[in-house]
């Protein structure tokens, strides 16, 4: 199964980008979703997560009132709009998926069984 992740580009800080997730419908609607990034020279970080639920969201501290994940059952799709963005959001950002039950806790991100290809977002200063 392969998510199709886009959105990605150049922007300037404080500039708005928002990036969709699209991930067949045989899963979407088993899966709780993850947004990682990964900067040249780090390490894959996670970024944020919304619930199989919908009612649920995880951020990361450095993108907390900045960054809104969500998602839309009917379009099959995940988005993470992001905000004010800072030369530091800079980073190749991946979605993952992971099919769980409506109780299970957020998953690690060595648990996600489906990535998408990356999509890269530039923020000049």
């Known amino acids: 199964v392969q998510l199709q992740a886009s959105g990605g580009g150049l922007v300037q800080a404080g500039g708005s980008l928002r990036l969709s997730c699209a991930a067949p419908?045989?899963?979407?609607?088993?899966?709780?979703f993850g947004w990682f990034r990964q900067a040249p020279g780090k390490e894959r970080e996670s970024v944020a997560a919304?619930?199989?639920?919908?009612?649920?969201?995880y951020y990361t501290d450095s993108v907390k009132g900045r960054f809104t994940v969500s998602r839309d059952n009917a379009r099959n799709t995940v988005y993470l709009q992001m905000n004010s963005l800072k030369p530091e959001d800079t980073a190749v950002y991946y979605c993952?998926?992971?099919?769980?039950?409506?109780?299970?806790?957020?998953?690690?991100?060595?648990?996600?069984?489906?990535w998408g290809q990356g999509t890269q977002v530039t923020v000049s200063s």
């Open positions: 993952a998926a992971k099919s769980v039950i409506l109780t299970s806790p957020w998953p690690a991100q060595e648990e996600y069984d489906y």
């Open positions: 419908g045989r899963i979407f609607s088993r899966c709780t």
């Open positions: 919304i619930h199989r639920s919908g009612s649920s969201t």
